[in-house]
């Protein structure tokens, strides 16, 4: 299980004057229209900016975090309006392949695949492909709840404090496959949206509503307020999930790779259910467990 790493907000790389405090150490002047203390809070998405876009930073190296590369990430991450894009850079392969599906504004650079590496985190698998791109802009959970939807159940899964971005990307693909109207993670106890779970997710990442919330319990509690019955996933749970399964809409919690459902989460919580499951083996991976629950849950 990887260590949790605190998501920090974008890095500003702009150049602000610094303000020269007058004789006695105090700020001169009083903060006024426009100033930083009564200035609003900006959106990171709008403010985000790219080092690398700028003349001045061509041929430094760009902060890896802000790249999510492979094919299936990279082309993703291209055909989302959402995204805020800056640099991509291709082998000539990847460029055959990836072709004219991308924005206008957006111009590759053909790059040999060291070259590229160099621009990422130790390791990275690129398959000659990398796209710098900002953090998704953030989801609000209720305006997403409220968007009107068809006759099918909709399925919600929520992450409780997962933090192996592997296991979150693996997650992803598995509610991309059966048709997830979201998934729901805490931001503070959650992998950043990194290159690497981009690369997890193969593209997921952008095909499916990922909502960060503040609290799990809460978030909960508004998804009760829109109709969905919600069930714990447990080893220790009541009865089999097959069993647990509603007519309507459902919220599936998935606890951490190490700790599991919280008990104040499991409160909030109309069941818990459990899989079956034969031999000697314990448990399952928590991605495998969450590929097996949507599949009984899309076909019941």
Not at 14 to 33: E, N, V, Y
Not at 213 to 231: Q, S
């Amino acid at each position: 299980m990887l260590l949790y790493k605190p998501r920090m907000a974008p890095r500003d790389f702009r150049k602000r004057p610094h303000s020269r405090p007058s004789k006695g150490g105090k700020p001169r002047g009083k903060p006024g229209k426009g100033s930083k203390l009564t200035r609003p809070q900006a959106n990171p998405q709008e403010d985000y900016d790219f080092p690398a876009r700028r003349p001045e930073s061509r041929g430094r190296s760009a902060n890896p975090g802000n790249w999510i590369y492979g094919l299936h990430a990279v082309q993703a991450a291209l055909a989302n309006p959402r995204r805020k894009l800056g640099r991509l850079v291709l082998t000539r392969r990847a460029a055959e392949i990836i072709g004219e599906e991308r924005p206008d504004h957006i111009h590759p650079e053909i790059m040999e695949p060291d070259a590229i590496g160099k621009l990422l985190p130790a390791g990275a698998v690129h398959q000659g492909a990398a796209l710098e791109a900002a953090p998704l802009p953030a989801l609000d959970l209720d305006a997403l709840l409220s968007e009107r939807h068809d006759q099918n159940r909709r399925i919600v899964l929520v992450l409780d404090q997962l933090s192996d971005p592997h296991n979150v990307g693996a997650i992803l693909r598995s509610a991309a496959a059966f048709g997830v109207t979201a998934v729901v993670v805490q931001d503070r106890h959650a992998p950043p949206q990194s290159g690497a779970l981009a690369k997890a997710a193969s593209g997921a990442l952008d095909q499916v509503a990922y909502v960060e919330v503040v609290n799990i319990a809460r978030a909960l509690e508004k998804l009760a307020e829109h109709g969905f019955w919600r069930i714990a996933l447990a080893g220790d749970g009541s009865q089999s999930l097959r069993n647990a399964i509603p007519a309507g809409d459902v919220a599936l919690v998935l606890g951490s790779e190490g700790e599991g459902i919280r008990r104040l989460v499991r409160e909030h919580c109309e069941t818990a259910a459990h899989i079956p499951i034969a031999g000697a083996m314990e448990s399952l991976n928590v991605s495998n467990a969450a590929a097996i629950a949507l599949y009984e849950l899309r076909r019941s």
